[in-house]
């Protein structure tokens, strides 16, 4: 009895021991793995959820100003049409947003920006000035880049000046009516292709 009450009072066995430290190093893995298949879970619905608040962005700014584009007259004898359109840039007149209290129609453009490190969506607002008025005191140049759309191919569906059926075409530039439609085909950052945006023009609709 007293022997066995002495090799109780000693502690563990190496063999207790090594199975111990076996155990706690499999549960310490494993917990370790779960954090940090955590962390990376939430990263990753971070950037996408980012990823889709620029796209239903730009999708609202295509569906509000795109489809209210508008012919701009320069003068009184002539009028320019203000829509240009590349497969990766577009420059339009169209409204300026509500929240701007002094109104009136401002120059859209969008384009991809290359020259960076990454290529990002580059969406710009200017005051729009007609030929002859004197330029605004508190004229409007907005710059707003976004980083997750990494490439913007455009399209326009209209009869362009030289043809007489309608067709999509790569550009959209120096013709004297708007196009029909204009389609957007955007990827992002993560690699997801998008469904394409299709916008209808209105002012093409009234001269149609």
Same mark, same amino acid.
């Given at each position: ?9 000693r ?10 430290l076996t155990l706690f190093s499999?549960i310490s893995?494993?917990?370790?793995s779960g ?5 990376k879970s939430?990263a990753t619905g971070?950037k ?11 999708q609202?700014l295509l569906?509000?100003?795109?489809y209210a584009a ?5 003068s009184?004898? $002539?009028a320019e #049409?203000a829509f240009?359109g590349?497969p990766?840039?577009? +420059?339009?007149v169209s409204?300026?947003p509500?929240? &701007? ?7 859209y453009?969008i384009?991809?920006q290359?020259?960076a490190s990454e290529?990002v969506?580059?969406i ?13 005191n ?7 880049q976004l980083?997750?759309?990494t ?5 326009y569906f209209g ?8 067709a999509?075409?790569s550009?959209?530039?120096?013709q004297? $009516?708007?196009p #029909?439609?204009v389609?957007v085909d955007l990827t992002?950052? +993560?690699g997801?292709?998008?469904p394409?945006?299709? &916008?209808?023009l ?7």
């Open positions: 009895m007293l022997t066995a009450k002495q090799e109780s009072a502690g563990f066995t190496l063999l207790e021991l090594l199975v111990g499999v893995i494993a917990l370790y954090l940090s298949m955590a962390i939430t971070e996408r959820s980012h990823e889709v608040r620029q796209v239903m962005a730009l609202t569906n509000t100003k795109v508008k012919l701009a007259k320069q009184t004898t $002539s #049409l240009s590349e990766h840039n577009l +420059s339009f409204s300026m509500q929240s &701007i209290k002094q109104g009136g129609d401002g120059v453009s384009s991809m290359a020259d290529p969506l580059q710009a607002l200017k005051t729009y000035v007609k030929i002859g008025e004197a330029p605004l508190d004229a409007i140049n907005e710059i707003v980083a997750d759309i490439n913007v191919t455009l399209k009869v362009l000046n030289a043809e007489k059926e309608s999509w075409h550009s959209w530039v120096e004297k $009516s708007l #029909l439609l389609k992002t950052k +993560s997801s292709v998008w394409p945006i299709v &916008i209808a209105r002012e093409a609709k009234k001269n149609g």
